[in-house]
């Protein structure tokens, strides 16, 4: 039986060190393991400036987040802000919406990156049956409770960068053996400097993504208003730092041709080193990191449909828990098949770009948002962030806009559609439980 969201409240156990290792593990993974290659095909060997260029836009929002979050520390994220600052249940919703599709995608994309190329090392079984049975060893982990999730996040995180280490021990092994071509990290391709950069930062972003689902933690998070700033930039600069590493060293010792069309790039840099490691384990460690990445972002896309639920947004159902756990179960359940049944939709890299738009939106209507709240106080310190940041952040989520191909929009398009039909769902007794509809039978 499950617990009424009316009486029940989510348990505050994450610290400091556990908060900035679940950004850090949600941001590193299939961004820079499965994407290297493809952000490649896109700036040449000039990997690291779109990798640069998507810290700078991430952190300008990010920035944005840190004062709302700490301002006003309720689970729900970028919905809550919406509708806080603009008043409007509908646009609160598509907002919320669109930060669930954006997490189910990206969960779908990453169950997709762990059951390729660095799986098909031990087996080669079809996508089709690996991805939906990941996804349901996900669910059962996140159902057991955020402690242990994020306790398995902090083992899972120190593994996948102990695998950006190992590249970078291998790039400096290479670059000693004389492998090295500085001349490639200024190598953008056939296209145009400006032009290689925003194409490849299209992708880039995808890297960064994840660190808003730590905004659907505020209500689990132990001092919340001081913890959450800090454990946000921290592993936002400590991923920045290891990406930029690694991309800089990928195209430093790996002709470009080589890095765009090798399907695990990272993997062939650390053979060809060859550090003496068996073979097969930097594969397991670039499935952990996906695996990380994929559980993180369904205990986001939980917790949302969670908070959604409870603000009358989403079913009731769906906003109670587990009366042992604490978990959301139903929300759980809920989001994991909505994520399976997205497998079935497209590639790894077509989901990724739909995330990002997805995720634009959200993006935008977060920093107008910390603007239009900068005049309603608390009664409590928070962080604060100067108005020129959300403005240059509004500005960064429009140049990426514009390097969306016309097909991203339509399924994004598709998406909040779907979103307004449930809204309009919700208006009509969709987001009553079946108690609350019998009450007066």
């Known amino acids: 039986m499950m617990t009424s969201d009316a009486t029940a409240s989510l348990k505050r156990v994450i610290t400091l060190p556990l908060l900035v290792f679940f950004i850090l593990g949600d941001v590193l993974g299939a961004g820079v393991y499965a994407l290297a290659g493809a952000i490649a095909d896109r700036a040449g060997g000039a990997i690291w400036a779109p990798l640069a260029l998507a810290l700078f836009f991430a952190l300008l929002t990010a920035a944005s987040y840190a004062e709302l979050v700490s301002k006003y520390p309720r689970a729900g994220g970028a919905a809550v802000f919406a509708r806080r600052a603009f008043g409007s249940p509908l646009l609160a919703f598509l907002v919320g919406f669109a930060m669930l599709a954006a997490g ?85 391709g056939d296209q145009g400097p400006a032009t290689a950069i925003l194409g490849g930062a299209l992708l880039a972003f995808y890297s960064y993504v994840g660190f808003e689902t730590s905004a659907n933690l505020a209500e689990e ?75 993180l972002t369904m205990i986001m896309a939980s917790r949302l449909t969670w908070g959604m639920a409870r603000d009358g947004m989403l079913p ?30 497209g590639s790894l890299e077509v989901l990724a770009e739909t995330v990002v738009l997805l995720l634009l939106f959200v993006f935008l209507s977060t920093n107008v948002a910390v603007l239009v709240l900068k005049k309603d106080k608390v009664d409590a310190e928070h962080f604060s962030v100067h108005p020129v940041v959300p403005v240059l952040g509004i500005l960064s989520c429009l140049l990426v806009l514009g390097q969306q191909p016309f097909e991203n929009w339509l399924r994004a398009g598709a998406l909040l ?25």
């Open 104 to 188: 189910i995608t990206s969960a779908a994309g990453l169950a997709l990156a762990f059951a390729g190329e660095y799986l098909r090392v031990f087996i080669d079984w079809p996508s089709a049956v690996l991805a939906p049975l990941f996804l349901v060893l996900m669910a059962m982990l996140n159902a057991r409770g955020i402690k242990e999730s994020l306790s398995a996040n902090l083992v899972m995180t120190l593994i996948e960068l102990s695998g950006l280490v190992l590249v970078i021990i291998a790039v400096a092994v290479l670059s000693g053996q004389g492998q090295a071509e500085p001349a490639r990290l200024l190598d953008f």
């Open 221 to 295: 998070i132990k001092d919340v208003r001081r913890t959450y700033p800090r454990a946000l930039f921290a592993a936002l600069l400590v991923a920045g730092l290891v990406y930029l590493a690694v991309g800089a060293g990928a195209a430093l010792v790996m002709p470009v041709q080589a890095l765009i069309d090798a399907k695990t790039p990272l993997m062939d840099i650390v053979h060809n080193a060859e550090l003496g490691l068996p073979h097969g384990v930097f594969a397991i460690i670039a499935l952990v990191a996906v695996a990380n990445g994929a559980m």
């Open 316 to 345: 009731r159902m769906l906003g109670q828990v587990l009366p042992n756990r604490g978990t959301p179960g139903y929300a759980i359940a809920a989001t994991t098949l909505l994520a399976i049944v997205l497998t079935f939709t």
């Open 417 to 441: 559609g779907l979103g307004a039909v449930l809204h309009w769902l919700a208006g009509k007794g969709f987001g009553r439980t079946v108690s609350e509809g019998d009450a007066g039978q």
